[in-house]
């Protein structure tokens, strides 16, 4: 049987990267057991992997523990944890605000126009 722990740690970063397309996962979002154990089955689908469900299951919990062993997870509750990857940090878009177009009135340029006439005819 094909060692695909070693497979799932070596691909530590495509298989958050995977997770994170699936999950919308980001740094300090709370992230469950069944997301990463889709994300596996998924993943490995990706691969050619045959991976059953259960299989799955028992990756994704020896995939949990060494990302709890080098703090990328953090356990929050049985079943869900939080991810601490400052490179998920969500990046929140602000909108700079518009321009406020220029209004001139006919009035104000006429009167911009006349003067500028009489001043160079002066």
Request: aromatic share 10%; net charge positive; no cysteine.
């Amino acid at each position: 049987m094909p060692n695909h722990s070693k497979t799932l740690i070596e691909n530590t970063k495509e298989l958050l990267q995977h997770l994170k397309s699936r999950t919308h996962a980001y740094h300090l979002s709370n992230i469950f057991f069944r997301d990463f154990q889709y994300a596996i089955l998924s993943f490995a689908d990706g691969k050619g992997l045959k991976i059953s469900y259960g299989m799955a299951e028992v990756l994704a919990g020896q995939f949990i523990a060494a990302l709890e062993e080098s703090a990328i997870l953090k356990p929050i509750k049985p079943g869900s944890w939080m991810l601490n990857y400052p490179e998920y940090k969500k990046v929140t878009q602000k909108t700079a605000p518009s321009a406020k177009p220029v209004v001139t009135s006919t009035a104000t340029v006429t009167a911009a126009e006349t003067a500028a006439a009489t001043s160079s005819k002066g």
